[in-house]
């Protein structure tokens, strides 16, 4: 049986090397694209374009990369990088979207660029011959890394951090099912179900507003745990306000302090609110 040492560390094929390039590639110009409309709605002229783009596009992978220590970061080796991110950044300076238009298309890439650098950080440092942990780290890294920075860069707080859907969660995940893929011999099918899942989760967060605890008074947001929190009966939930016993901040109630049996309403009898 083989020992821990020799099954924290995983051959990755040489094909799936391939693909995780084009991934990284795809992650780079989607990102470039992103920080291109954020540059957009900060009213930033044509050089803040190429920086904010450079930086969203090449921040992620140049992070994972120095963390990884396996020779010079690869966008300062093979020129693609730079030219797809710039590309990315100039399209985003030139293709007249309106801001509704560009929301939508945010929300998309934003998706589909957890799903690729999420996979290809994982796949990556699995060729590095790192092992699960550090794949799932560096995967989750290489994701969040270039929007971390260039938010930062921007005067604002990290959508890492929260306040818009699920987002570094998303990225855990996917990078999770990636690593666990590889080890059970199916690397592609780890890239193409991470990539599928990252847009079906980020995307369902974003729309019915998923997001972690804030706090211990953190209540969910989402639209299903409000209809669970909403009582058919009409009562506020403990019914036990301030203002009445049993009844929502005591009007409307049956023993009601603004109505109780009728004793003190005016209004209405046994309590009962007249506008109801």
């Excluded at 693909?19 to 920080?35: E, H, I, N, P, Q």
């Excluded at 300062?76 to 939508?104: K, N």
């Excluded at 794949?135 to 920075?149: F, H, K, R």
């Amino acid at each position: 049986m083989p020992s821990p040492s020799v099954m924290s560390a995983l051959s990755v094929p040489a094909g799936i090397d391939t693909v995780t390039r084009y991934l990284d590639l795809a992650g780079v110009c989607s990102c470039a694209l992103l920080g291109g409309a954020v540059a957009r709605s900060a009213g930033l002229d044509l050089f803040g374009f190429v920086v904010v783009g450079l930086v969203s596009g090449l921040g992620g992978g140049l992070i994972r990369d120095v963390l990884l220590q396996h020779g010079t970061p690869i966008a300062l080796t093979d020129y693609t990088y730079v030219a797809v991110a710039l590309g990315g950044a100039l399209a985003a300076f030139l293709i007249p979207l309106s801001e509704h238009s560009w929301g939508r298309l945010f929300t998309a890439l934003d998706a589909a660029v957890i799903g690729f650098w999420a996979v290809a950080g994982a796949n990556r440092t699995l060729s590095a011959g790192l092992g699960w942990l550090p794949a799932i780290m560096l995967g989750t890294v290489t994701a969040v890394g270039g929007g971390a920075l260039r938010d930062v860069i921007l005067g604002r707080v990290p959508a890492v951090f929260g306040g818009n859907g699920l987002y570094a969660t998303v990225a855990l995940l996917v990078a999770a099912v990636t690593v666990v893929c590889a080890y059970l011999g199916a690397p592609t099918v780890g890239i193409c179900v991470g990539v599928a899942l990252a847009l079906v989760f980020r995307l369902s967060a974003v729309h019915y507003g998923w997001n972690l605890p804030r706090g211990p008074d953190w209540r969910p947001q989402a639209r299903l745990a409000a209809l669970v929190r909403r009582d058919p009966r009409g009562t506020g939930g403990d019914g036990n306000g301030p203002d009445g016993r049993n009844g929502r901040d005591g009007q409307g109630g049956e023993n009601g302090a603004n109505g109780a049996n009728g004793a003190e309403d005016q209004d209405g009898e046994n309590g009962q609110d007249p506008r109801s």
